[in-house]
């Protein structure tokens, strides 16, 4: 069974102690987390090593500017930091860096993980402009309901791996009732427990699992089941698709926020893919009208066959889209189904193996048989 | 100039579509390059038409841009120039960007025919997506009144909308109630237009006295808007607020015309760096923002494509920040292009600036050189002030 | 302030006469502060603009571009090339206020040792005056 570390302050202000703890004890030599960008302007993550540059961390904040798994996989692609190098990721963001190591895009390697209990976050384009305050306090009075909260990414709120497996400390969140005055961090590892060794709080055994997550995992999966039945609908056949992704203007942004899509240089964007005259040509005779540039549908229908099998769900996607189409709740969808086929779970165990790189001799017969 | 009277009776894009349906019909162009709206009506989207019947839900005015029609011509003819002749219906700015992408070799402009018209701008892309209900009334309110705080920001002090960098132009400024203007702005404009039995005797006066007038209108406004924005971007502090929700997402870079790089420099292993190079860089400052590199990335961009950028505020469109990339970029464009005296795109015979160059300029860049500067005592002395 | 303040400067220059200035200074024994760091590039020509701007937001206080005389260049052009780029990298700092004023572009010939090395201390003085980058010490970046 997990300890407990109940820490007398907000949550906020003891996981930022926490933090201040690590460094200041040269436990970690960085910390990776969200901090104010320009005063309350903006949000976005930062490799603090001053513990002083703490006072703007924003560690638990209901915003994902950037997938922390592709920071991290970029930071550690050639290599791994030689001291310990603490990261407060989300646990989808958690889930998509492991996805990345699998793909021998990153690296574990001296790396401690603060997650969290995850309600959700909220779509980007709210922070712009706005007033952070106000969105963090919106953000924690609804977090006690223990329920969905209203204007969360879709993603988010459909999502059925908000409690991290694989995180060294996790800050408890969900249906926490007194958020303004303690803080409780799980040391659900060795290391977690290392690392909280001389931090002060009260300790005490306490096992993850609740009755009000249980009771969240139930309604998001409510909520899930609808939302991908009605996307099923949605986009069912060719001129499903056309509807969804017809004003798709093929910036590929969604495939360049996409944690799982590391590709330096997408086959999508490359020579290969651009259409030689002659098929335009072929293209004009045969059906007297074609899209210019083409290969709108054909870009997602070959994203999913290339990604969909390690589809975390963390909506980044959908969040960047400039004409709002619903792209990480299709991802998800066929992502979920294709991981079905396989029994896959994405992000889970950095041990699973992708499917893809491996197969069984006896295996999908239905497929090859006449 | 000289050119015809386009009658329209009830329906001025109609009209034109008839337009290109007799210019199909008489062979003057064999295909036609133009927007159309998307089945889920909510959008547009470039269609390479050949087949006349096709013509009829196409939109030679549509009130956004959401794919630049430079990238449509060039994903067309990158490869080579089309084998049939097409005429293209964009906006001005967009046929300034094809005229620079062809510069950069990545369009060819051969059996290539450009109509363009007097733009009243075009909306923000997501707004409108969001609500054409409400979009399309506010474009056909601007297009009436040459003025709305609707359209794109780089939109509304734009002085280059009537400019005629193609073949054939519709005037609509200064034109009589149901009429426009047809004018040939090259010679195979007016073979077309020869070639269609259109008279070209209908004066430009008008016409030209019009746009002259929106114009100074225009460039007032953009000096005021430049004023403004001056000071939101001056300075690290300024620049760096308005850059603070920038998430690295290079949607900006990807829609621009302009930026053609199949992979861009910013996204390759130069900035694959090791750990140790952000660790150092993070101990060396407190602390480092993650992605990394973004000023450079916006500055670094800005070095490559500023002098071709030919201020369409596509990137404004695609940013889902809402910073002001457009309104930045083309600040920084005018006064760099102002340099070396350069409109991009109002000439394809006229040189990229960095393609050239002449013996005798920029003098005063240089730094003059004073001899007097370091007498041999002075020099020694600030040598070994830094031991 | 500028007592205390050494500042970090990047003294781009070129292959062919920017090394070869440098060289004839040593022959002549000049010298010149050593907070002026040499960075040697094949050609002023080859200097990629992202590099000077990589420079500024990393912690140089100042850089200096040195190439051959115009009509000297080894690669015929490049020095050419290189004013109009430098020129365009000036007016984008200047038109957002970054400081353009840090970044000179000098000619210098080969054998122009004294040249090179007054370039290198009149700099290092005018920086001084002007004090350290702010844009070095942003975390923000």
């Excluded at chain 1, 290339?306 to 998800?332: A, E, K, L, Q, R």
């Excluded at chain 2, 733009?119 to 040459?146: F, H, I, T």
């Excluded at chain 2, 300024?238 to 929700?245: G, R």
């Excluded at chain 3, 500042?7 to 907070?35: D, Q, R, V």
Aim: proline share 6%; hydrophobic share 35%.
């Amino acid at each position: 069974m997990p300890q407990l570390l109940k820490i007398s302050k907000s949550v906020d202000e003891g996981t930022k102690a926490f933090l201040e703890f690590l460094l200041k004890e040269k436990k970690v030599c960085g910390v990776i987390t969200l901090r104010k960008i320009h005063g309350d302007q903006g949000i976005g993550y930062s490799l603090i090593t001053r513990p002083d540059d703490l006072e703007e961390a924003l560690p638990l904040f209901p915003l994902m500017p950037a997938n922390g798994g592709k920071i991290l996989s970029r930071l550690t692609l050639r290599g791994s930091p030689k001291e310990p190098v603490a990261a407060v990721m989300k646990p989808c963001e958690m889930r998509a860096f492991i996805e990345l190591i699998k793909r021998k895009q990153g690296s574990l390697d001296n790396f401690v993980f603060i997650s969290q209990t995850c309600p959700g976050v909220y779509p980007i384009e709210m922070s712009s402009g706005g007033d952070l305050e106000t969105l963090a306090s919106r953000y924690r009075e609804n977090i006690q309901l223990g329920e969905n909260i209203p204007e969360t990414r879709s993603a988010c709120r459909t999502c059925l791996h908000f409690t991290p497996p694989n995180a060294d400390i996790i800050v408890s969140l969900i249906a926490e009732k007194d958020l303004d005055k303690s803080c409780s961090l799980f040391l659900n590892s060795k290391k977690g427990e290392a690392l909280a060794d001389g931090m002060a709080g009260e300790r005490r055994e306490q096992t993850l699992d609740s009755p009000e997550l249980r009771l969240l995992h139930n309604k998001k999966k409510e909520e899930r089941k609808k939302l991908f039945d009605e996307m099923g609908t949605e986009m069912r056949g060719i001129e499903g698709l056309i509807r969804l992704f017809g004003k798709c203007i093929g910036c590929h942004g969604c495939s360049y926020v996409c944690p799982l899509c590391y590709c330096d240089l997408c086959f999508f964007d490359s020579k290969p893919n651009e259409s030689r005259p002659i098929s335009y040509q072929g293209d004009l005779e045969r059906k007297g009208a074609t899209r210019i540039p083409s290969g709108t549908i054909f870009y997602h229908l070959g994203r999913l066959a290339h990604m969909s099998v390690s589809c975390i769900g963390c909506g980044m996607c959908t969040d960047v889209c400039p004409v709002d189409i619903p792209v990480s709740t299709i991802f998800s969808r066929v992502g979920e189904s294709v991981q079905k086929i396989f029994d896959y779970r994405p992000g889970m165990d950095v041990e699973e193996v992708l499917p893809f790189a491996v197969y069984k001799e006896e295996e999908f017969q239905e497929i090859g048989e006449q | 100039m000289k050119g015809s009277i386009l009658p329209f009776e009830k329906d001025l894009e109609k009209s034109i579509l008839a337009f290109l349906k007799t210019g199909l019909d008489k062979e003057c162009f064999e295909a036609v390059l133009i927007p159309h709206k998307i089945p889920s009506d909510d959008n547009y989207a470039y269609l390479l038409i050949k087949d006349k019947t096709l013509l009829q839900g196409a939109s030679p005015l549509p009130p956004v841009i959401p794919v630049q029609g430079a990238k449509a011509v060039s994903a067309l003819t990158r490869w080579g120039p089309s084998k049939k002749k097409i005429l293209a219906v964009m906006h001005p700015c967009e046929i300034r960007a094809t005229v620079e992408l062809s510069k950069l070799r990545q369009a060819s402009l051969d059996n290539l025919v450009f109509l363009s018209f007097d733009c009243p701008g075009v909306m923000p892309l997501s707004g409108y997506v969001k609500n054409p209900g409400e979009g399309d009334p506010a474009y056909q309110d601007a297009r009436q009144k040459w003025e709305s705080a609707k359209m794109r920001p780089v939109c509304q002090t734009c002085s280059e909308f009537g400019a005629p960098a193609s073949d054939l132009h519709i005037g609509l400024l200064g034109a009589e109630e149901g009429n426009a203007f047809l004018f040939p702005a090259s010679l195979e404009g007016k073979r077309i237009m020869d070639k269609l039995g259109l008279e070209t005797s209908a004066s430009s006066d008008g016409w030209e006295r019009e746009v002259e007038k929106l114009k100074k209108a225009r460039e007032e406004k953009r000096r005021g808007a430049h004023q403004s924005l001056q000071t939101r971007v001056e300075g690290p502090d300024k620049l760096l607020e308005t850059f603070s929700s920038c998430i690295n997402c290079h949607n900006c870079m990807r829609v621009c015309p302009v930026c053609y790089c199949r992979q861009c420099y910013f996204d390759s292993d130069a900035f694959k760096l090791p750990p140790e190079n952000f660790l150092a860089r993070a101990q060396k400052k407190g602390s480092l923002r993650l992605p990394a590199d973004t000023l450079l990335f916006h500055l670094g961009r800005m070095s490559h494509m500023i002098l071709s950028c030919v201020s369409c505020g596509t990137c404004e469109d695609a940013c889902p920040m809402g910073i002001p990339v457009a309104q930045v970029f083309s600040l920084v464009a005018e006064n760099a292009q102002r340099l070396f005296n350069y409109v991009p795109g109002r000439s394809k015979e006229e040189p990229l600036p960095a393609a050239v160059y002449r013996e005798e300029e920029l003098c005063e860049m240089e730094k003059p050189y004073l001899e007097t500067y370091a007498r041999t005592g002075e020099r020694d002395a600030s040598a070994s002030e830094n031991k | 302030m500028s007592r205390d303040f050494t500042p970090k400067i990047i003294y781009f220059m070129c292959g062919w006469c920017g090394t070869g200035g440098s060289e004839t200074a040593s022959a002549y024994h000049l010298c010149y502060p050593e907070n002026v760091l040499p960075f040697r590039v094949n050609c002023t020509g080859s200097l990629s603009s992202v590099h000077v701007l990589r420079a500024f937001i990393e912690g140089a206080d100042g850089v200096i571009i040195s190439g051959c005389h115009p009509g000297d260049c080894h690669y015929e052009d490049g020095n050419f090339r290189a004013r109009r780029r430098v020129a365009t990298v000036k007016s984008i700092l200047d038109s957002l206020g970054l400081g353009e004023e840090r970044i000179w572009f000098r000619y210098i010939a080969h054998g122009e040792g004294k040249r090179y090395v007054d370039t290198a201390a009149e700099f290092n003085d005018y920086i001084k005056k002007l004090g350290p980058n702010p844009l070095k010490e942003r975390n923000d970046t």
